[in-house]
């Protein structure tokens, strides 16, 4: 059955709304044997401020602010558009309260607050006449105020729906009225939305019309919620073809399998057995550059280790692994020591092997504005294991543009970790973008970039942080400051325990997806720093520490796709240094440390819903990332780097991005089911499956 979503205003372009089509496998069993799955490559844009509503046999109408109504044909299953004109009318309506319709009747909420019902002489095709029942049902009957007052109202066949905080309401509809109102569920929480395909059925969704929702659904006998989750992270007003009756879903029918299969499309290979590099980078590397890119040369560099700032709020000076000068393109790079001085020797066995740094570059404009710049990496020593090297070696190391540095970064920060446990900020931070993406229930981020600049406590920021004076500092030349710059003093002043995204697996029609993170931490996870009153990424740090237990889940499905979060322990530290004499500067600092499971809590939690990554968007992949995977067979990948997650998690308001270093104990797993009748596809996000793929994806 065709479900339609009407996108968010705007959502389409300035004046246009975007609406897909999206195909309900299960109307009878509510989506609990097939999915609700979004059609290929069927959308079509509706003017902004009109009303629009479904008559079933695939007829979407569309009632304009001037006394239009427009007829549209889906024709999509024919290979046509999704919106086809057939017809529009001249109707007596204007901007009506509500308005929905069964088919061969329109109902329309007039602002006199009374029903009148319109006939539609052709309700399979859209092109009859459009003719007023003259029979009005006045706005002082019993009905009148629960419906003209609902959240949403819908009919199928004779019956009228309508929800409201939470309950909805039937109506019967006979030539002279309405019958008096049933009550057929209630305790719907969070519901704003709801629809029915066809009698016997009927779906909510919950938040607002710009706001993702879960899709819930409820079948009669009486209505009872069968399914919890049909579909998550939809957006936009959702309505259905409904019909005047339903059928059962073939669950051995594989939704789009009318398309023909691709013989092209190889058998998932078996794992190669990839060497790991028995020599890792041993050697601390990067690029600053000015804010506008340009090379920041010239500039010296101090490195310091970064794991042994202790937790419990004392400030220690930072251990100094070496100094060097950039380079006339802004790169530099120090040798990881041979001999590591004992608390950092002592930090890196904890770490898995891993030594974390963070490399500072200090200056000045010709105008006297301080520039800073950090970048947090890291090294593996050369006596470390081949998958710890391995691990390192796939970090990412993005030039690190200085900044305005201010000698205070704000009121936001307390003071002392005695104070940041009694200060309850949390409020503050769930204020802030990073929180708001953290909480959304699907992933729509995926590896699109973060923004460059964050706020703890709000959206994120507009005004320009190069901007000085309404100077743009940006481009001006960096001068190193006499006397270079100090070693740093580092305090832990906040700490929490933030789940972060590790991975995901997928499984569409009759597979079953397995994600696995055992027995120690793989994971590379973002720093943010701020020097002045922005937070951006500053690099990362990799996490190799072990865990001691298992984590992930198994054989989940079908039509199934989540992410996987492990518990860490999240810092923030307070770092104070001084360049050329001058006086102290401040930088603060967000940065992911060990696993730590909570008292009572979780070792680990579902994320965020991705199915909407699966099932037609095959149909959109890369032929040469696809692949198959036999019948009652599977397929995993265990080796090379996961896809970077860049809300893997937010840490005291500011989202950081992440990733996982698969290997024989971090795995993304998809099992086949027996049914033959249609090939069970996998495809890589970034390369074919035997290839670098990050995460595949399921049809």
Known sequence: MATYVVGPVGSGGMLKRSIRKYVDWDPQGGGTAAPLTESPNAVGEIPMFSKVFTAGNGLIYETTNDGKLNVYKDQTDSGGPLLKLVKTHAVPWKRPKQIWSNGPLIHVLNNQGGIDRYSQSDPVNGTGTITKIHITIPPTAETINEISSADDVWSVGNSIYALKNGTVRQWRSYSAGLMAVKVVATGLTGALQGWSPGPGTFYTMSNDEESEGVVKSYTESPFIQVNDEV?????????????SCLAPADPSAKPFSSIPEDPDV??????????????GPSVFSGKFTLGNGAPASGLPVLLEATDVVPENGSAITLPT???????????????????????????????????????TVAGQTSSGIQMTGVSHLSAAPVAAAPEVKAQVADAEVVPAALQPTSSSSGSDEPTSLADSTANPRDAQYAQSWGSKLDASLADRNGDSPLPKWQSATGDIPTEDPYVINGVNTASMPIEAKDGGCDRTKSEVIDKKIYYTTVGEAHAFWDAKASFDYDNKVSSTVETAAKVGSKWTVTGSVTLGSAIGSSTGYTNKGSYYAKQWKIPLLYTKIKETWRCGGGGPMLRYVIKPGK???PAGGATGKYGKDVRHLDGSKFFD??????????????FQISRNKSVKWSGAVSAFGVSLGGSTSYDKDHRQRITAGNAKNAKHYIWGAKDNVSGKPGVFYSY
């Open 321 to 359: 692994l070496g100094q060097t000068v950039t380079a006339a393109d802004g790169t530099w790079s120090i040798p990881l020591p041979s001999a590591l001085p004992g608390n950092v020797e002592q930090a890196a066995a904890e770490n898995g092997g891993v030594v974390n740094a963070v490399a």
């Open 621 to 634: 992949s890369p032929k040469k990332h696809r692949a198959y995977v036999p019948a009652g067979s599977y």
């Open 266 to 279: 190889p058998a998932a290979p078996a794992e190669s057995a990839e060497p790991l590099p028995s020599t």
């Open 595 to 597: 696993y730590t499971v």
């Open 231 to 243: 579909r998550t992270g939809i957006s936009g007003h959702v309505m259905a073809d409904v019909a």
